[in-house]
């Protein structure tokens, strides 16, 4: 893969999806924007950006991929790696790792396995890896944004208040979920205070081409992109790159698979990132969302992505 | 990996599951083997085999690996890989490519989803394609048998009557499965014709040398390991494995994936077959089965294969 | 109560609901026949009839009472009757009181309770009651039938053979019922056999003046309206009127207790039946179904019926 | 039945309660007393105490008849009666009557049903009926009260605040329900506000005397025992004690109708109300709870009251 042109085949997608040039052309009006907050519904939604970085540390981009944009979901990831860190046995004692064939917020579910998550990158999993972390750190907020700065080399990173904001008043659906756990017995900080750490969390804030290298260490056996650091051991890596492959796309982690062929995760925001193991780590953000509430245009990027580079993990 | 001495960790393992030496001893007698009909459940239980084979055409085997047994629902991705190869349209209109997050035989998801299987690797899924197989082929019993044995090159694999003969009586929640996709529209021939193949598909019979083999094209991009024929395009390949990924091992997926990160399919007699694309197919087989009805030594022994070579798909 | 004229009461009720004159008048065309076999489907949809027993013997009639239609899970009924004055125990071991909260021939439920039916009234435990029928009775059939013949005092009443064979062709949910019944242990005899049963119980036809006939003894404390035998204790009387009350109406028996106020049981034919314990039973037709499946005129009319006496069991 | 000696029942029926005494006799040590809040869990468990009183303002009593205890759930039916006074129809199109058919508090069905309650008895539905309260009433809590001072004629009922404040801090279960149905658009009030006034509600104290004399309007189509003032019309009478029949126990409902034949109200508490309507209000009360939530000598002693007097409403 080393005489790949990377750029090429980036550049020629982009064209495909927002000139709509080509056999594989993509209207850039399908989808809608989620629109449950003002700060997200009010996004100029015919937007496309990608971002692709090497392990060699060349990076490549095309279209909006330094327009920041709210990861919302991309963000449970570096916070349940923080919380690998500090204790990955209360993580996974606390959590399964198994899909979980229903929507991301379902509380069905989550009744019928007693509190328990089915996995860190559903919203009941990811309240409590946020919970995990608000009992085992002094300023949990600042430390998960400065984990955040490590991983990415970018100490700009940070999120948007407003939307942090109006996430909590409309937060009623998360909030049942972690009273449901609490009555459960998973939840061991006040529910409040869970979900002031969540909202900030989701309303992380970057570009393609920083979320890119802020993942780039899934790609990289834990070595961060930028300054090599091994911030992860590699089983811990694959171990998340696994569950990423299994549980990142809501209930539409199958498709991916089948698709796409990488392990990733999506965003209500319209970003989704996704890793090849060994070779790169990729970052692609279109606002419109399909019906399963994944980036239209992003999908369709990764999939044509991995057939123009004839390669997946399988 | 080229210089990964795969005998002498096939040996290694084989070690510690059987004599119970090393660190990583495991206790052979864990688990229970499936009993819900009399020819499984009559099984010598303590018994472990074991067989890896290369793209470059070498096989390297441990322990019982030229027992035959019964591979039960492994054998549903051949019969997947053929009705790909006949109308893969057909296939993907009458299921879904999504895991199941629920145990392999349950009616709940099916209702909810109307009829529409989960996947094609949970029992629902393979009586849908047992039926389509039913619809396109003219001796369908018998053209599934020769796909298998292009596949192994071994035209003496078979199904054991007396297992299908009892499997058939016990079916009454596979004929459930059937009856309410029946009235959903979503069985094309009669119930009986549907679970008299699928009994017969289930009750394949193979030792852990021939199973390896013939999953073999799913590592070498759609070519089988004995003759090199093209039997499936690279695409159909990457996705099957994308399939058995999220979706082969009922509601221990993710931790397969977690813990082993290969794509494999598991079967009630014991046997779990995994794929390291474009590296090798390894079969293994122990007929104790663990909580979730996958083979308790199998389980281990795969975990310990990753671990020791050190390198998984993530 | 004894002043009441309810000869007046019925044809207002059939006035409003046949001329569309009053207050209180009906659409006579809202709602849909039955469509799932030909034999209900091609009824004259624009049909009522009723027919109200009083304990002294008196009857009143309305509109179509005397033309005969399909009573389908109506007839559940008697079954339950026989059944219970064969063993009790048997019955209530093998089933629950319990109303369903969901649709009438739900899986869900039946899964998740392991396959003990919720009550008697809905498909799973009509089945159940056959199945205890064929194993008590040497000719299942005809006991049944005679025994409904001791009820109405009318050996006239028999079942429709063409409807029975529709069903059955039909009845693919109910045989994904049974089965998974079966695999639980809860059906003794062969699926089959019980399915043979249960579409030729349903298929029984009645008129509106036998069918209140038939019902009386659960006004009359277990005594025939015709010729006063007793042929259930009262206590038993109590208990299937309390059975019919929670259970009687699929997913609006509490609609039905709420508006109504009397215990009863529908049928996809569009016959209801309703008790007044120690007053009137009471049986009204018309084939066109309102959403939840029940006859929409059916239920209007009972309604008008209890709000006109002015008087329910609450 | 007017010459029924209800005292010679009622002390018959406390003596094989209380005593061991004659062929029914009962084990006051079965069950458990409630445990989830200390306040409950330190109730004396060995007390027994009945009040039934008739339309002829008859007073009979039993046992701890006037020993207040916490009435719980039960005191969502006033809640229901007030609001009904105020608006039914808002009532009725933010909830349903049917029975829910699985727990008390379950998230699943409310989750499914898109945030309407299946009925107002269950605690999503109390909750919603505490919504409208607030939304309608200047002081809801004093309000309420006055509501049931006027049912009962005795303005000393009250609540109890440290029971409140125990529940409150224990009701996560109930927090995840409010701000999901709040997800949903059917909480219009802080579901902190609702939640204040619903565990006032529940921790109301009452002894079985004023217990039955506060229910006794359902008995006396809508007019007080003790006054004869018509606080709520007949049809609205009918209608709560049909939702009570089909709703008050919990996934006991259908299990009290069979055996007791009585519309009725539980509470966790160990109290049970039940109404035979034009004949008389009956209360019992003792702590030790069956498996299903309900007072285990409660639910045997009504068995036993209606079996005595050989008359339900079936």
Chains 1, 2, 3, 4 share one sequence.
């Not at 540390?57 to 916070?79: L, M």
């Not at 899934?218 to 070595?223: D, T, V």
């Not at 019906?291 to 990764?302: F, I, P």
């Amino acid at each position: 893969m080393s005489t790949i042109d990377y750029q090429y085949i980036l550049t020629s997608i982009h064209d495909r999806m927002v000139h709509g040039a080509g056999p594989t052309a993509e209207d850039i009006s399908s989808g809608h924007v989620a629109a449950y907050i003002p700060e997200l519904a009010s996004v100029e939604p015919d937007q496309f950006g990608m971002s692709l970085q090497c392990l060699d540390g060349s990076v490549h981009s095309a279209g909006h991929a330094d327009v920041a944009f709210s990861v919302q979901s991309i963000a449970k990831v570096p916070a349940l790696l923080l919380a690998l860190t500090i204790d990955p046995d209360e993580v996974w004692e606390r959590m399964d790792v198994e899909p979980s064939g229903n929507a991301f917020n379902s509380l069905f579910q989550l009744e019928y396995e007693q509190g328990i998550p089915r996995n860190p990158l559903i919203n009941a999993g990811a309240l409590v890896v946020c919970d995990i972390l608000i009992s085992a750190l002094k300023r949990p907020l600042e430390e998960l944004y400065a984990f955040v700065h490590a991983l990415s080399g970018d100490p700009s990173i940070s999120w948007n208040e407003r939307v942090a904001q109006s996430e909590r008043a409309a937060s009623h659906r998360n909030a049942a979920l972690v009273n449901l756990m609490k009555a459960f017995g998973n939840i061991h900080n006040e529910p409040d205070e869970v979900l002031d750490l969540y909202v900030r969390l989701c309303a992380m804030e970057m570009t393609c081409t920083q979320l890119a290298c802020t993942f780039g260490l899934l790609a990289n056996e834990g070595r961060t992109l930028h300054d090599g650091k091994a911030l992860a051991p590699p089983v811990m890596v694959q171990r998340v790159n696994a569950v990423m492959q299994t549980c990142g796309f809501y209930d539409e982690a199958g498709e991916f698979a089948f698709r796409v062929g990488l392990p990733g995760k999506s965003g209500v925001g319209g970003g989704i990132v996704a890793i090849h193991p060994r070779y790169y780590s990729v970052a692609v953000w279109s606002p419109r969302l399909n019906e399963r509430g994944n980036s239209h245009l992003g999908m369709r990027a990764l999939e044509l992505l991995t057939a123009d580079i004839g390669h997946t993990i399988f």
